[in-house]
């Protein structure tokens, strides 16, 4: 027996299967694996199996799907969450929650140490670092993949004379993924002007081989969250499992963008997201039918906040709490239903109703007949644009040389 115990964040993959051994030998430590269940959709249960064979000192694995979804993934609903416009962050979601199960093995095995598989050049390193070091101060925090200077092909093979299996998978994509969206990485796509190849998507469809017929899909929401599709009412975890699959299979979901990481760095990201993608489509469309418009325009920008911190590594962070809180309270009108089309990789809203709706078909309407008083309009448009010709009146007499100079 080491006479230290250190916690690690294990998700079966080559990093942290790697990293049991490196803890073992270099450091000398006992290792206490962790492997929590986020809705990776990988096997729990052959990582567990893995870490028999690697010599861990102890084994934990936590099934937390039920409360990622609710905790993690609804109050991203809720904000809207896509960074830079269109990652819906389902790794970043995934890390403060991972990050607090660890903490509370390592009280209860009392651990002295915190260890993860963050590379020196990513995000999750921040956000491990950041919700560890926030949550137990008292024990220190272990990142060796950062120190290491292996590459990957020296980690395949490192890999490979101590034992441990590495999947065909593994040796062409780096993978990540959560209930709310799975994040390929490595190999061809690191050239950001590849198409991803087909083999890199497994939740989605291409959308040439997506159904021949659209598919037309109602999602309820109530107070900002979904809870039925198609009439049928589900516990989160569930709705978004079904969701993932309707839209899967009609190939909507993928994502290919350049990203801003926090290390400065502009990554090439692929993703595929389709309960998110749906969903979040649904739900900000709802929310522009209850909400009013100084409402929608000031929480764009709370909403984008809100990501930014997610995404930085600052969940744990009171302005996150205070985000949340206006965020909540906005929510309490967000009640309906969307219509969603799904064809060809492709989504639209095609309609949407709701008892808190302030979208009134006789105020908009094209007739005359219409409550909506015109006869306000033109004072209105006189007060509204005063300042904008006062300024083009001076504009013009400056260019025929009558304004007077200051
Ligand atoms: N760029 C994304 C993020 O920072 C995905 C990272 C995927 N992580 C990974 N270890 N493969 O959230």
């Known amino acids: 027996m080491a006479t230290e115990k250190i916690v690690l964040a294990y998700s079966g993959g080559l990093d942290t299967s790697v990293l049991i051994k490196y803890l073992q030998e270099k450091y000398d430590v006992d290792v206490i694996t962790v492997t929590v269940d986020v809705g990776q959709q990988e096997d729990i249960k052959a990582a567990e199996e893995k870490t028999k064979k690697l010599g861990v000192y102890k084994h934990?694995?936590?099934?937390?799907?039920?409360?990622?979804?609710?905790?993690?993934?609804?109050?991203?609903?809720?904000?809207?969450?896509?960074?830079?416009?269109?990652?819906?962050?389902?790794?970043?979601?995934?890390?403060?929650?991972?990050?607090?199960?660890?903490?509370?093995?390592?009280?209860?095995?009392?651990?002295?140490?915190?260890?993860?598989?963050?590379?020196?050049?990513?995000?999750?390193?921040?956000?491990?670092?950041?919700?560890?070091?926030?949550?137990?101060?008292d024990k220190k925090i272990l990142a060796p993949v950062r120190e290491w200077g292996m590459t990957r092909e020296e980690e395949i093979a490192y890999a490979k004379a101590k034992g441990i299996h590495v999947s065909e998978a593994a040796k062409?994509?780096?993978?990540?993924?959560?209930?709310?969206?799975?994040?390929?990485?490595?190999?061809?796509?690191?050239?950001?002007?590849?198409?991803?190849?087909?083999?890199?998507?497994?939740?989605?469809?291409?959308?040439?081989?997506?159904?021949?017929?659209?598919?037309?899909?109602?999602?309820?929401?109530?107070?900002?969250?979904?809870?039925?599709?198609?009439?049928?009412?589900?516990?989160?975890?569930?709705?978004?499992?079904?969701?993932?699959?309707?839209?899967?299979?009609?190939?909507?979901?993928?994502?290919?963008?350049?990203?801003?990481?926090?290390?400065?760095?502009?990554?090439?990201?692929?993703?595929?997201?389709?309960?998110?993608?749906?969903?979040?489509?649904?739900?900000?469309?709802?929310?522009?039918?209850?909400?009013?418009?100084?409402?929608?325009?000031?929480?764009?920008?709370?909403?984008?906040?809100?990501?930014?911190?997610?995404?930085?590594?600052?969940?744990?962070?009171?302005?996150?709490?205070?985000?949340?809180?206006?965020?909540?309270?906005?929510?309490e009108n967000v009640t309906g239903e969307v219509k969603l089309k799904l064809y060809k990789g492709g989504l639209q809203v095609i309609g949407r109703s709701s008892p808190m709706s302030l979208y009134d078909k006789n105020l908009a309407n094209y007739n005359i007949k219409t409550s909506f008083n015109q006869s306000y309009s033109k004072g209105f448009i006189e007060l509204w644009g005063l300042q904008t010709r006062m300024y083009n009146a001076l504009k013009q007499a400056d260019k025929k040389g009558k304004a007077k100079k200051p």
């Open 172 to 331: 062409k994509y780096s993978i990540d993924a959560s209930v709310w969206g799975r994040a390929i990485e490595c190999g061809l796509l690191e050239d950001a002007n590849n198409e991803p190849p087909e083999d890199a998507y497994e939740w989605t469809v291409a959308p040439e081989k997506a159904p021949d017929k659209p598919e037309i899909v109602t999602l309820k929401f109530e107070a900002g969250v979904p809870v039925a599709i198609n009439g049928k009412t589900m516990k989160p975890l569930e709705l978004i499992m079904e969701m993932n699959k309707i839209a899967g299979k009609h190939g909507v979901g993928r994502i290919d963008h350049i990203e801003d990481r926090l290390v400065g760095i502009k990554s090439r990201e692929v993703y595929e997201c389709p309960a998110a993608t749906a969903i979040l489509e649904a739900h900000k469309d709802l929310e522009k039918m209850v909400m009013t418009r100084h409402e929608v325009l000031f929480k764009q920008k709370i909403d984008a906040e809100w990501v930014f911190l997610a995404y930085a590594g600052l969940w744990v962070d009171p302005l996150k709490d205070d985000l949340d809180a206006f965020i909540n309270k906005s929510q």
């Open 60 to 137: 934990f694995s936590i099934d937390a799907k039920d409360e990622f979804a609710e905790n993690y993934i609804f109050p991203a609903i809720k904000a809207n969450a896509l960074y830079e416009g269109k990652y819906p962050i389902s790794t970043s979601l995934s890390r403060p929650l991972i990050a607090k199960k660890m903490v509370q093995i390592a009280q209860k095995e009392d651990a002295t140490g915190l260890a993860h598989g963050c590379t020196g050049r990513g995000n999750d390193q921040v956000r491990f670092d950041i919700t560890l070091g926030s949550l137990a101060q």
